[in-house]
C-alpha cells in the first residue's frame, strides 16, 4: 500500500492535475522495464495532463481518472466545491499559494450554508485546496481522503505490471465535468480502432452493495451500458471464479459518460471497489475489494 499512500498525498483537483501526472510519468520510466511488455506512452501537449499506456495489440481500454475533489478560493475567504465534496465544518484543508503552504480549516456559515476558510493569512484568489490527507492502513481496510480516484489509478498500475495486450488511459477533469475522454477516446479509436472500455474508478458502498463481498460491475448508474458487453464480462467473472457484486444505481456517473455521448461506438462497463465514507476525508475501502478487482481486471484484459 506504499504507492497508494503515495498516490493519495499528491494535490490534483480538477484542472491542476500537472504534480500527479507529473508523478506518473516518473514513476511509468522507472518501472516500466520490469513490466511484461514494455509499453508505449503517449503524452504530450496535445494531451494535455493525460497519459496512454498501449501494450501490444490492444483490444480493450482501461479508463482511470487522476483528478479529484476539492475546494477553489474565491474573494475573501470563500471558497466553491471542485465537483462533490462532502463539507463539514472543522475539515483540514491544505495547499500552496505564491506565499507558501497552506494549511487551513474548513467552515460552514451555519445559516447560509456558506463554505470559507480560517487561516492566518489571506489565501491567493484561485487556489485550489485538497483535503489534508491521513492514510490509515489496518490488515482489512485501507482510509484516506481521494481513494476516489486514487485506488483506480493504482489498479491500473499494478495492471501493467504483467498487462501483454491493451490501453491503460489515465484521465482529467472527471469529478468536475469531464473534459479529457472525448479526445483520448477518439485518438484510441482512429489509431487503434479500439472500442471496448473498462473505467478503473471507485464506487459506493450502498444497501445492494457491501464491503469485502468483492468488486462491483456496475450494470447502470446515470448511463447505461450496452448490456451484452456487460454480460460478457459478468460471464468472464464467473468462469474465473472471482468474488465479485451486481450494481443498480439510478445517479452518478464516470469517464463512460464522455465514451457514450461520443461520436464513436465504445462499449463501456465500470468495475470498481466500493467504498463508504464517499467524497470526504475519510473514504474506506476493505482490503479483499482491492485484491478482486485487480484479479478481475487481469483476467478481463485477457479475456475481452
Known amino acids: 500500500m506504499h504507492l497508494l499512500n503515495t498516490l493519495c498525498r499528491i494535490p490534483a483537483p480538477s484542472g491542476n492535475e500537472a504534480a500527479l501526472s507529473q508523478f506518473l510519468q516518473n514513476y511509468i520510466n522507472q518501472h516500466k ?18 497519459i496512454i499506456l498501449i501494450f501490444g495489440k490492444p483490444r480493450t481500454a482501461v479508463f482511470a481518472h ?51 476558510y480560517e487561516f492566518t493569512r489571506e489565501i491567493e484568489r484561485g487556489t485550489e485546496l485538497t483535503f489534508q490527507c491521513d492514510f ?52 484510441i479509436y482512429a ?9 478503473s474508478d471507485i464506487t459506493w458502498v450502498t444497501e445492494g452493495v457491501q464491503p469485502g ?47 457514450q455521448h461520443g461520436a464513436q461506438p465504445w462499449d463501456w462497463c465500470f468495475v470498481g471497489a466500493p467504498e463508504d465514507n464517499v467524497h470526504t476525508p475519510h473514504e474506506i475501502v476493505d482490503k479483499r475489494d482491492i485484491e478482486s478487482m485487480l484479479a478481475l481486471y487481469q483476467v478481463l484484459m485477457r479475456e475481452l
Do not use: M
Not at 522495464?33 to 493525460?50: A, I, K, S, Y
Not at 457484486?245 to 445517479?251: H, K, R
Open 66 to 116: 487522476i483528478d479529484s475533489i476539492g475546494f477553489t478560493v474565491r474573494y475573501g475567504r470563500e471558497l466553491v466545491r471542485i465537483g462533490g465534496p462532502v463539507a463539514e465544518d472543522g475539515y483540514q484543508l491544505v495547499g500552496q499559494d505564491r506565499h507558501g503552504a497552506i494549511s487551513c480549516t474548513l467552515s460552514i456559515e451555519e445559516e447560509t450554508g456558506a463554505l470559507s
Open 191 to 199: 489509431r487503434f480502432g479500439v472500442r471496448q472500455a473498462l473505467i
Open 213 to 259: 463481498k468483492g468488486v462491483v460491475i456496475s450494470l447502470r448508474d446515470s448511463l447505461i451500458p450496452r448490456r451484452s458487453y456487460v454480460n460478457r464480462i459478468r460471464e468472464i467473472a464467473r468462469k474465473a471464479g472471482i468474488a465479485h457484486q451486481l450494481e443498480v444505481e439510478g445517479s452518478g456517473g464516470s469517464d463512460a459518460k464522455e465514451l
Open 136 to 187: 490509515r492502513e489496518t490488515e482489512t481496510s485501507v482510509q484516506s481522503c481521494y481513494l476516489d480516484n486514487r485506488l483506480g489509478v493504482w489498479n491500473a498500475l499494478r495492471l501493467a505490471e504483467t498487462l501483454a495486450d491493451g490501453i491503460i488511459v489515465f484521465s482529467c477533469w472527471e469529478e468536475h465535468g469531464g473534459g479529457s475522454v472525448a479526445y483520448l477516446a477518439n485518438y
Open 33 to 50: 522495464g520490469t513490466w511484461r511488455v514494455q509499453p508505449e506512452v503517449v503524452v504530450g501537449e496535445e494531451f494535455q495532463d493525460c
